[in-house]
Structures are given as structure tokens and as C-alpha cells.
């Protein structure tokens, strides 16, 4: 179970498609309440929350060899959260070549970090019997998909997926990781309730933001245009709003992420900007 480790500190990181904004207060307030933390403290029932504290909660304990935690999170699926995630990780090792990143997929439903990082071996294991990472462009990366059989159907049950995150979690050598970007799976079951808990919001990302007219030229913003109000209810920062661009999904499904293939420098701007908010954040 991924946990607020004392000496380090979890950073949760939103990424949201402004297109269904109650639905999103619903869901995040459901999961504060849950979790019995709040985006906004005002927003939670201190009876509630005392109620559920009692019956005591998942014990913290850090990842050995991780110092920072990223998550990229949202209200729910289909909105980008593998695409930021993997883009983010290859951005963060382009710019601070020194670091050591890391990515973790942790949606044991539906893998995407082997396809979108071009990774398809099965991870080696160390005398210690940790799995080593497998790595390209140089981040290290954990998923379930390294795990089973490509295209074979698997069926998790609730216990099954805690003891599978808990496997993609702690028994990996995880070589001393500067910041783990964390991928989650879509919305607030409790896949996502067991790794979240307690964390401060590093700020929203405007995924799909606007789409360029192919006549005339305009920006379009087909999902509406709510972030900005988003952002003052959250009290937290846009660290970036990203088109809606064929290259990104061209590049994630080819394997190469856009925020390291050269193709496209502004949106290579938009992940350098966003990796030095969450580098910012992690060290304030
Ligand atoms: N800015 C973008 N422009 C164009 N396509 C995008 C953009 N962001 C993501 N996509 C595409 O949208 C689809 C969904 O993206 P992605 O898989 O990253 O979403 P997700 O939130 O991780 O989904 P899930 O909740 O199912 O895990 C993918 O085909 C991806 O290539
Ligand atoms: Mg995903």
C-alpha cells in the first residue's frame, strides 16, 4: 500500500478534462472523505472523520530507495493521466539528467506505461528476489503489464489487486528514485483509495484543453473552461493546459514519448514546465 512516509512526502498531482466539474467535486470529496483528508479542509464532517480515524488506517511505511512520490491522478477515466505520467517521468530524466526517476503503473487493470515506454521484457529479480526495474530513456519503470501474458484476459479480485500493488510497490528494487511518478488507475475505487491518503495537491494539469480548427485555425476548448475556477476552489496552481493534439497520442502509442521525441517543441516545453512545478513543490 502506498503511504505519507514521515521523511518524504506523497505529492498529488490532478490532471482533469473540464468536462463534468460536480462530478469531479463528488468524487474527490467521496475520496477525502474516504480517506479522511480533505482538498478542503472545511468540506469534511470532523465527527465523520474521527468515526472512521478510529478504526485506524493503512500503516504508513516509506518505499525503500524512493524519496519523492508523484502521483497523476483524476476524477476519472480516459483523460490523460498515463499520457502525463509517462511524459512527465522522460521529461523530468531530460532535464535533470542527474536524477534517478522512476514511473510506476499502478492501474493492474490496464497497463499502459509497457506499450507507451516501449518496454515488453519481464523484469529480472536480484539474489534478494526484488524486481529490477526495466528501463528506457532512462526512467525506471514498474508495471503489472511486465508481469503477465500480453493480451491475456485477467480477472482481479479486491484482494488480488492490494496484493498486486503491493508487489509493483515494495518488492522492486527501486534504486535510489529522486521522484517516482506515480500512474493511478481511472477514478476512486479502491484501488485508488489504498494509494492515496493525506497528500497536497502540486497542482492541476488542463489536459485536452483546446483543439486547433483544421479550416480556420482557432482554438476550440470542447470541454468547456472551468479550470481556472477548479484551481481557486482547490486553492492550487495550473502548472500547465495542453492541447488536444494528434502527435501525443501518435507518440504514446508508438512508444516515444512526445516530451522527448523532438517532435514538437512547445508541448516538450509544456512537460519541462510542469516537471520543474512538481521538482519546486517536492523541495518547498
Ligand atoms: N493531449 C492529448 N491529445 C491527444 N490525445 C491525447 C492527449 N492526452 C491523452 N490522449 C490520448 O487519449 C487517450 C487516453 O489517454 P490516457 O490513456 O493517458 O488516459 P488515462 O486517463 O490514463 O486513461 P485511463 O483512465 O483509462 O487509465 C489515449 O489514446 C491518449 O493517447
Ligand atoms: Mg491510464
Not at 17 to 43: E, G, I, V
Not at 228 to 238: F, N, R, T, V
Amino acid at each position: 500500500m502506498v503511504v505519507r512516509v514521515p521523511q518524504l512526502c506523497l505529492k498529488l498531482f490532478l490532471l482533469k478534462k473540464m468536462t463534468d466539474k460536480s462530478k469531479f467535486f463528488r468524487d474527490t470529496l467521496a475520496l477525502s472523505q474516504k480517506l479522511h483528508f480533505s482538498m478542503n479542509p472545511k468540506k469534511v464532517d470532523q465527527e465523520k472523520r474521527a468515526k472512521v480515524m478510529s478504526k485506524g488506517l493503512p500503516k504508513q511505511i516509506p518505499i525503500k530507495g524512493v524519496h519523492n512520490i508523484i502521483l497523476v491522478a483524476s476524477g476519472k477515466g480516459g483523460v490523460g493521466k498515463s499520457t502525463t505520467a509517462v511524459n512527465l517521468a522522460t521529461s523530468l530524466k531530460l532535464n535533470y539528467p542527474a536524477k534517478n526517476i522512476g514511473l510506476l503503473d499502478a492501474d493492474v487493470f490496464g497497463p499502459t506505461v509497457p506499450l507507451m515506454m516501449n518496454l515488453n521484457d519481464t523484469p529480472l529479480l536480484t539474489k534478494e528476489n526484488l524486481m529490477i526495474p526495466l528501463t528506457n530513456y532512462g526512467v525506471q519503470c514498474m508495471s503489472m503489464g511486465f508481469l503477465i501474458e500480453k493480451g491475456s484476459p485477467v480477472i482481479w479480485r479486491g484482494l488480488m489487486v492490494m496484493q498486486a500493488l503491493e508487489r509493483l510497490i515494495r518488492q522492486v528494487h527501486w534504486d535510489e528514485i529522486d521522484y517516482l511518478i506515480v500512474d493511478t488507475p481511472p477514478g476512486t475505487g479502491d484501488t485508488m483509495l489504498s494509494i492515496i491518503q493525506n497528500l497536497p495537491i502540486a497542482g492541476l494539469v488542463e489536459n485536452m484543453s483546446n483543439v486547433k480548427c483544421t479550416n480556420c485555425a482557432s482554438n476550440l476548448r470542447i470541454f468547456g473552461d472551468g479550470t481556472s475556477k477548479l484551481s481557486e476552489e482547490l486553492g492550487c496552481k495550473i502548472l500547465s493546459s495542453l492541447p488536444l493534439e494528434g502527435d501525443i497520442s501518435m507518440c504514446a502509442d508508438e512508444g516515444t514519448p512526445i516530451a522527448v521525441s523532438g517532435r514538437n517543441k512547445d508541448i516538450e516545453e509544456c512537460f519541462k514546465k510542469i516537471g520543474e512545478s512538481v521538482v519546486a513543490f517536492c523541495h518547498k
